[in-house]
């Protein structure tokens, strides 16, 4: 295309004031202000410009402007959606929903001074890492504890505090770099790139692989040890399983070897679920430290949290990275209010992730009907029927769980259940749906308390 000509379609862009005074932007502006709102615009108006320059022609009105800059305002900032996936912890829709207590004890926190560094009894300077740790010990048994902001921060601060934390007397023999053994069946892969063996790197380690992918003895671990071994690390295998002829060693027998034994238990189920291995089993089973999320099956806040031995939570705590790992304070608040249910004995009832995983099928099945018979209510004519479904625990714990649910499912006349769970995506607030058979499936088990109300209003805006 000639200059000249790309210079004419430029100059005939329309001007952002013009697009902002066409009428569909009203909705816009009292939605998003008109602050963002003019920014999406001139955002929008800029990827035309870029498209010319690149030799496109697109066709450019007021209307298509609002429409893309309406796109970019839909798709932004955090918000609410409704999670009809049927999969509890779902990484991509923010993993546990936190209890009412949990948020309510992060509004007083973050709405006031807290005592978050400070010893109220001695009236002088406290620390932080205080918080949650009578809890944690009192619920899995250990000497110790330490939240960080996650567990892949957690791994990374025991096995760095582990390798560095020797102390020097034991060091003295040691004529190489520092070792950790790790069986070849758990040098795994948790989602968003964090990697057994560069966690390990980045710690001042060398990796000693063990074992085979599905092979590991207690006689492997044994061989591999000499005077540069610092710890044995065992990791749950949390997002994958494997089958058929395996052998692996637990914690328990891993602890006779005489060494440190860090453990990263990944999912923190403090209540029993499927064959999950259990934070009290490691801690029984003399880890020096155990791992474990504070936001998978534990039910609360984003969080690492490490409990074990005393001499090695307090090398963590002293280490240069908690600091840069450190939890803030409504992290901490959120967690302790979520540990206060486990104590209490609450938990099913009170933790909305731990409800969902457990709630039995029946209640299910009741709630998927009660949905279903409102919605033909405002949708007639749409098909919808209730189908049994599996839901799944997700956020790379139990894989192969399967939790007997029930869906309602919808199928509209032209049986397009892509353009379906389009429409129910870009509702307000989004509704996610699986697409399955021509279907869209929503699965009750994830529904939490008004999200009926957003679905029917969804879908009722579908229908028309
Ligand atoms: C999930 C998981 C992690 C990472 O936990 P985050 O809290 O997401 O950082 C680490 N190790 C294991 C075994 C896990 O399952």
Redesign the pocket.
């Known amino acids: 295309m000639l200059e000249t000509e790309k210079r004419e379609l430029l100059r005939g862009l329309p001007a952002v004031d013009a697009v902002l005074r066409a009428p569909a932007a009203d909705a816009l502006v009292s939605h998003h202000g008109t602050k963002a709102t003019t920014a999406a615009v001139r955002e929008a108006l800029g990827g035309a410009r870029r498209e010319i320059l690149a030799g496109g022609e697109p066709e450019v009105t007021e209307e298509t402007v609002l429409a893309v800059a309406a796109k970019l305002l839909a798709g932004r900032g955090l918000r609410r959606v409704v999670n009809a996936t049927g999969v509890v912890l779902h990484t991509n829709l923010g993993r546990s929903v936190l209890s009412g207590r949990a948020v309510e004890a992060v509004v007083e926190v973050a709405t006031s001074y807290s005592n978050l560094e400070y010893d109220l009894t001695a009236g002088k300077r406290g620390s932080r890492y205080d918080h949650a740790v009578p809890l944690l010990k009192e619920i899995t048994g250990a000497e110790d504890a330490l939240v960080v902001n996650?567990?892949?921060?957690a791994?990374l601060l025991a096995l760095s505090a582990v390798v560095a934390g020797t102390s020097a007397g034991e060091i003295a023999e040691a004529s190489g770099e520092p070792e950790v053994i790790v069986s070849r069946g758990q040098l795994?892969e948790?989602?968003?790139g964090?990697r057994i063996p560069e966690v390990l790197e980045l710690s001042g380690a060398r990796l000693r692989e063990v074992g085979t992918t599905n092979r590991t003895r207690l006689s492997d671990y044994e061989r591999a040890i000499n005077e540069n071994t610092r710890a044995i690390l065992w990791?749950?295998?949390?997002?994958f399983e494997i089958g058929g002829f395996t052998e692996s060693v637990g914690v328990m027998e891993l602890a006779t070897l005489g060494l440190p034994v860090v453990a990263?238990?990944?999912?923190g189920a403090l209540l029993p679920i499927s064959d999950e291995p259990r934070v009290e089993a490691a801690v029984r089973g003399g880890a020096a430290i155990t791992?474990f999320?504070?936001?998978?099956l534990l039910g609360g806040p984003?969080?690492?949290i490490a409990v074990g031995l005393s001499r090695w939570i307090s090398a963590m705590r002293r280490h240069p990275l908690a600091r840069a790992l450190r939890a803030d304070k409504l992290c901490l608040a959120a967690l302790e209010a979520t540990l206060a249910a486990y104590l209490e004995g609450t938990a099913r009832e009170e933790l909305p992730t731990v409800r969902m995983l457990h709630a039995p099928a029946e209640e299910m099945k009741e709630k998927a009907d009660q949905l279903a018979e409102k919605l033909a209510r405002v949708a007639p004519n749409l098909s919808i029927d209730v189908a049994p479904s599996v839901a799944r625990s997700g956020?790379?714990?139990l894989p192969l769980y399967e939790i007997p649910s029930y869906a309602v499912r919808l199928k509209d006349e032209e049986g397009d259940a892509d353009a379906v769970a389009e429409k129910l995506r870009s509702a307000d607030p989004p509704v996610i749906g699986r697409v399955g058979e021509e279907r869209i499936w929503l699965d009750v088990r994830t529904l939490l308390d008004g999200d009926e109300e957003t679905i029917l209003e969804a879908v009722e805006n579908l229908d028309g």
């Open positions: 996650n567990c892949a921060g791994t795994i948790i989602g968003g964090f990791v749950h295998p949390s997002n990263d238990v990944g999912s791992i999320s504070g936001d998978k984003q969080a690492g956020g790379g714990t």
